[in-house]
């Protein structure tokens, strides 16, 4: 047999094979992947040397696609999230697509994991939801793969798409709706650990709660509280906002995460609600809606959310190259809370 045919039958296996690892840590390799050890890439690179291989891109071409995506969320714990899996869904299931899903836990160095695993898995597109993966970084998978991302602000963007609710707009509702009241005193609680991260929508409700009371001449009336991340013990922080002296009239929260909490430690006070305390959350998640809460609250429409973003992964997995940038205008849901 000619060496020239011998060559031609080195296929990635073949270097796996040779190297002694697996086809996922030679395709890590060559694609540069997040967390390969120099003792890897060296074994893998003097395999491929050795050996001569050299990727196919017509044999990649005829893979064909494998009909599954992956839906990677931030967290499992937060009640809005499955409105948007649904909406997902809904598109995803009639197109014939399975899911593989996987949870990043707020922590970008899990995110890329998962991400580079779903990959490997020759997944056809990603959907990131809240993403905590810096921009510079996404843009890098998505020269991989298509991507879409939910709930993150990056509209200069060119590799991928993003899907949002209008942050700014729905902070400016919920101020609106304050001042409404005849509140002046309104302070915004958020998570104190965003200051990096413009992109999260945090950030991006504290812009619109501060442009709304700069022009409601209330720019020396602004107070931005900070509370630990959800999921991390933050009683005592909580009582000290509504125990204190100069506690504010109302309050804005950038998530139902943090507003109903908020809501159950005022009663626990023997706050009354509005009178002492006016309370708007955002993301109308299904306990607001409960009578026990009735908390006022910022509809994205998730589901809504979910559709736009499943619909932008196939058109960019049917070939769109140019970016989509796309925001959905939310809504405030009135209740007993103000």
């Known amino acids: 047999m000619a060496d020239g045919d011998s060559e031609s039958r080195v296929t990635i296996r073949t270097v796996a094979a040779d190297a002694g690892v697996s086809v996922a840590a030679v395709s890590k390799v060559m694609r540069k992947a997040y967390g390969v050890s120099d003792a890897l890439r060296l074994r893998v690179e003097a395999s491929i040397e050795k050996l001569g291989y050299r990727p196919s891109v017509a044999a990649r071409g005829m893979r064909g696609r494998t009909f599954t995506l992956g839906v990677l969320l931030v967290g499992i714990d937060n009640p809005f999230l499955p409105g948007i899996y649904q909406g997902i869904e809904s598109i995803t299931e009639a197109a014939g697509y399975k899911i593989m899903v996987g949870v990043g836990a707020a922590r970008a160095r899990t995110e890329a994991q998962l991400i580079e695993q779903m990959i490997d898995n020759r997944m056809d597109g990603l959907i990131l939801v809240a993403s905590q993966i810096a921009g510079e970084t996404l843009e890098h998978y998505a020269r991989q793969i298509p991507i879409v991302v939910v709930g993150h602000h990056e509209p200069a963007a060119q590799g991928y798409d993003t899907i949002n609710n209008n942050d700014q707009m729905g902070a400016r509702l919920a101020v609106r709706a304050l001042l409404d009241k005849g509140h002046r005193d309104i302070a915004f609680v958020t998570q104190s650990d965003q200051e990096d991260h413009f ?97 006022t609250s910022i509809d994205q429409d998730g589901p809504r959310l979910g559709k736009i973003a499943a619909e932008a992964l196939f058109s960019r997995m049917n070939g769109r190259k140019i970016a989509e940038h796309i925001e959905i205008d939310p809504t405030l849901i009135l209740r007993g809370s103000i």
């Open 199 to 295: 992109a999260d929508v945090a950030p991006q409700r504290e812009v619109g709660y501060r442009a709304a009371m700069a022009e409601a001449g209330l720019a020396d009336r602004i107070r931005v509280i900070g509370l630990p991340q959800h999921g991390v013990p933050r009683d005592a922080e909580i009582d000290a906002i509504l125990s204190a002296t100069d506690r504010p009239t109302a309050i804005f929260c950038w998530s139902d995460l943090d507003a109903i909490p908020i809501l159950s430690a005022a009663h626990r006070l023997g706050l009354r609600i509005p009178a002492d305390l006016a309370l708007i959350g955002y993301d109308n998640s299904p306990v607001a809606a409960l009578s026990m809460v009735d908390l």
